[in-house]
């Protein structure tokens, strides 16, 4: 089992940056695919990033390329998500998750297996 706390969310303008943090419990956090999803009011769940156990593969969705950054501490059990030039599209619940499977390209969220609470990420114009 995996326990997931997601923070560093807030009300940011547009063209800032934020960092989320999400806190992993559980010895066995190093095994897994960490990924970043968000959800919009109105929208479905969307993918924006994910990274292997090791940290040395990373995929981000095109929305966010070039502006997201994806890291890992396993020595912390903590996945980061650095945003940069913040958008106000970017506005959404920000939630961080867990799987066992690496695969290719975006991931779906069905295929992840622990979640966090999320945090909120609002970006004004």
């Known amino acids: 089992q995996v326990q997931l706390l997601e923070s560093g969310g807030g009300l940011v303008q547009a063209g800032d940056s934020l960092r989320l943090s999400c806190a992993a419990s559980g010895r066995t956090f190093s095994s897994y695919t960490m990924g970043w999803f968000r959800q919009a009011p109105g929208k479905e769940r969307e993918f924006v990033a994910r990274i292997r156990y090791s940290g040395s593969m990373t995929v981000y969705a095109d929305s966010v390329k070039g502006r997201f950054t994806i890291s890992r501490d396993n020595a912390q059990n903590t996945v980061y998500l650095q945003m940069n030039s913040l958008k106000p599209e970017d506005t959404a619940v920000y939630y961080c998750?867990?799987?066992?499977?690496w695969g290719v390209g975006e991931l779906s969220a069905r295929l992840f297996d622990y979640w966090g609470q999320g945090t909120q990420v609002t970006v004004s114009s």
């Open positions: 998750a867990a799987t066992t499977i």
